[in-house]
C-alpha cells in the first residue's frame, strides 16, 4: 500500500468519526492511535517514532499561553452574573431609546464592550438576550432583527480582544497574542459599525420594525441620566485597559494580565454588591469546565497531528492547497469558504486546532504574514456561532427567548448579520491595512508581501522531538 494515500484515508477517517457524531477530543485521539498502529504494521515507521507523544502532551499541559484561557474564562464568568451588563443596557437603552432603532443601537454597543471585559459568547449573549429580548419585544420590535441583533452583538466576542480565539490562534500560528490584539481592534471596530449601519438602515427604510421607545418608558434628558452612562460604562473600560492596555504595551504577558482581570472582575463584583461564594465557585467550575474541553481537545489534535506529520500529511495538504488556481487569491477565498462550511458543524476551538495548523505552512510558504492571516480567520470564525444547525448563539437565543417566537424566525433573523460578517472577511482581504496599521505603524504594507521566513515543520526523528508549537 503507498505512502501518498495514506493521509487522505486518515482525514476520511477522522471525518467519519465525527459524522457518527463522537466526541471530537476522543474521535482525534482514537484516529490518531488507530492509525498510528495501523500504520506501524505497514511498516511506514517504527514504534518508537510515537514516542514523540509524552513530550508533546507535556508541552500542552505546561504552555504557560494557555493558562490565560482559564483566567479570561473565570473573569467573564464572574462579570457575566455580577450585574454589570442591566447597568450598562439600562443606561445606554435610555440614552438612544428615543429614536428609531435605539435599542438595537444600544445592544450591539453594550455588546461589544461587554464581550471586551468577558471575552466568551456565551456570557455576552445570554446576559445581553435575558435583558434586552424581552424589552425589544414588549415594544414593537420584528422578532427577526431582535433575536438576530442579540446573536450578533454577543458573536463580536469572537473577535474584539482579549478574545479567546485569538489567544488560541496565536498559540497555534506561533505568533505574539499582542499582534494579534493589535491587529484584531481594527476589524473589531469595523465589525461594530457595520452592524451599526445596517441598524440604521433598517431604522430609516422600515422603522415600524424597530420602534422608538413611547415616552412614558424613557428617563429625562439630562446629567443624571449622562452620568448614570458614565457610571455604568467607566469600570469595564478601566478592566478593560488593565486586561488590553498592559498587553498591548508589553507591561503583562496574557496569562497575568488574565490574571489581573480576573481580580478586577472580583473588585467589580464586590463594588455591584452582587459577590458570594456561590458566585465565584459557580463561576470556577464553568472555566474549569471549558478549560478542561480546551485541554482535551488540544491533546487529541497532537495525536492526530503526530501520526498526520508521520505519513507526510503536511506536505500532502501543502501540495493539494499550494498548488490552488490563483495563487494566494485563491488559497484565501478557498480556505475562508472551507472554514466558513467547517462552522456549520465544528465550533471555533476544533477547526482551530486542527485545521489552522495545516493550513500555516502554505500561507506561510505563500508569503502571507500570518498575524493578517489569523485575524482573517478569526473574522470568519464567528459565523460558526451564528450558522445553524449547530450555531450556540442560536441555542442559547432559544433558550432565553419566549416561546412565541419560533425557531424559524430565530435561525432566519440571523442571516443579515452572517452576511455582514462575510463582508467584513472581504473587507480585510481588499484592505489589509485594516489589520496592519496598528502593528506596522500604519505603513500599510500589504501582507502578501511579508515573507516570514519560517520553514515548514518536518517531522520528529526518534531522537529529536519536534515542538508541539509552530
Given at each position: ?11 476520511a ?12 477530543a476522543?474521535s ?9 498502529l495501523f500504520f506501524i ?7 518508537a ?6 513530550p508533546?502532551v507535556?508541552g500542552i ?6 493558562l490565560?484561557i482559564?483566567?479570561?474564562t473565570?473573569?467573564?464568568a464572574?462579570?457575566e452574573?455580577?450585574?454589570?451588563a ?18 438595537a443601537?444600544?445592544?450591539v454597543?453594550?455588546g ?13 449573549v445570554?446576559a445581553?438576550g435575558?435583558?434586552a429580548?424581552p424589552?425589544?419585544?414588549r415594544?414593537g420590535?420584528?422578532?427577526r432583527l431582535?433575536?438576530g441583533?442579540v ?8 473577535l ?5 480565539v ?8 506561533g505568533?505574539?497574542?499582542g ?13 461594530i459599525?457595520?452592524f451599526?449601519a445596517f ?7 422600515a422603522p415600524?420594525?424597530?420602534?422608538a ?16 452612562v ?5 469600570p469595564?473600560l478601566?478592566l478593560?485597559?488593565l486586561?488590553?492596555?498592559?498587553i ?11 490574571a ?13 454588591g452582587?459577590?458570594?461564594?456561590k458566585?465565584?465557585?459557580e463561576?470556577?467550575g464553568n472555566a ?8 482535551y481537545?488540544?491533546i487529541?489534535?497532537?495525536?492526530f ?5 508521520g505519513?507526510?500529511?503536511s ?5 493539494l492547497?499550494?498548488?490552488?488556481p ?8 478557498f480556505?475562508?469558504a472551507f472554514?466558513?462550511v467547517l462552522?456549520f458543524?465544528?465550533?471555533?476551538f476544533?477547526?482551530?486546532f486542527i ?13 502571507i504574514?500570518?498575524?493578517w492571516?489569523?485575524?482573517l480567520?478569526c ?5 460558526s ?17 419566549p416561546k ?6 430565530i ?8 452576511c455582514?460578517?462575510?463582508l467584513?472577511v472581504?473587507?480585510?482581504m481588499i484592505?489589509?491595512?485594516?489589520v ?12 502578501a508581501?511579508v ?7 518536518a517531522?520528529?526523528?526518534d ?8
Open positions: 500500500m503507498s505512502v501518498e494515500i495514506m493521509p487522505p484515508l486518515m482525514f477517517g477522522l471525518v467519519v468519526f465525527l459524522l457518527m457524531g463522537f466526541p471530537v476522543f482525534l485521539c482514537a484516529v490518531g492511535l488507530g492509525f498510528g504494521e505497514l511498516g511506514f515507521f517504527t514504534p517514532y510515537l514516542g514523540n507523544l509524552p508533546r507535556f499541559l505546561s504552555n504557560d499561553l494557555l490565560a482559564p483566567f479570561f473565570l473573569m467573564g464572574i462579570l452574573r455580577c450585574g454589570l442591566e447597568e450598562l443596557l439600562e443606561s445606554t437603552a435610555q440614552l438612544f431609546g428615543k429614536i428609531p432603532g435605539g435599542l443601537f444600544a445592544v454597543l453594550v461589544a464592550l461587554l464581550g471586551a471585559v468577558t471575552g466568551t459568547v456565551a456570557a455576552s445570554l445581553m435575558v435583558i429580548l424589552i425589544m419585544l415594544y420590535y420584528d422578532q431582535a433575536t441583533v446573536a450578533a452583538s454577543g458573536t463580536i466576542t469572537q474584539i480582544p482579549p478574545s479567546l485569538l489567544i488560541v490562534l496565536s498559540d497555534q500560528l505568533r505574539s497574542v499582534d494579534m490584539y493589535a491587529g484584531a481592534i481594527g476589524p473589531a471596530l469595523l465589525q459599525l457595520l451599526l441598524v440604521a438602515g433598517v431604522a430609516i427604510v415600524h420594525r424597530v420602534p421607545l413611547p415616552p412614558e418608558a424613557l428617563m429625562a434628558r439630562g446629567w443624571p441620566l449622562y452620568l448614570r458614565l457610571r455604568g460604562m467607566v469595564p478601566l478593560l485597559f486586561v488590553l492596555g498592559t498591548l504595551m508589553g507591561l503583562a504577558t496574557p496569562t497575568e494580565a488574565g489581573m482581570g480576573t481580580a478586577g472582575a472580583v473588585a467589580l463584583a464586590i463594588l455591584n452582587r459577590f458570594s461564594w458566585l465565584l465557585r463561576a470556577m474549569m469546565r471549558i478549560t478542561a474541553m480546551v485541554i481537545i488540544l487529541g489534535a497532537t495525536v497531528s503526530l501520526v498526520f506529520q505519513v507526510d500529511g506536505h500532502w495538504v501543502e501540495g492547497l499550494a498548488n490552488l490563483g495563487g494566494q487569491i485563491g488559497f484565501l477565498l480556505v475562508n472554514i466558513f462552522g458543524f465544528l465550533d471555533f476544533e477547526i482551530a485545521v489552522v495548523p495545516l493550513l500555516a505552512p502554505v500561507a506561510t510558504k505563500l508569503d504574514d500570518l498575524v492571516f489569523g485575524v480567520l473574522i470568519n470564525l464567528q459565523s456561532f451564528m450558522t445553524p444547525p449547530f450555531g450556540f448563539a442560536l441555542f442559547y437565543i432559544r433558550s432565553i427567548a412565541f417566537v419560533s425557531t424559524q424566525a435561525y432566519r433573523g440571523a442571516i443579515p448579520w452572517i455582514l460578517q462575510l467584513l472581504a473587507i480585510v484592505w489589509p491595512e485594516a496592519t496599521f496598528l502593528i506596522q505603524g500604519g505603513t500599510g504594507v500589504d501582507p508581501s515573507t516570514i521566513d519560517v520553514p515548514p515543520p517531522p520528529p526523528s531522537d529529536d522531538a519536534m515542538p508541539i508549537f509552530r
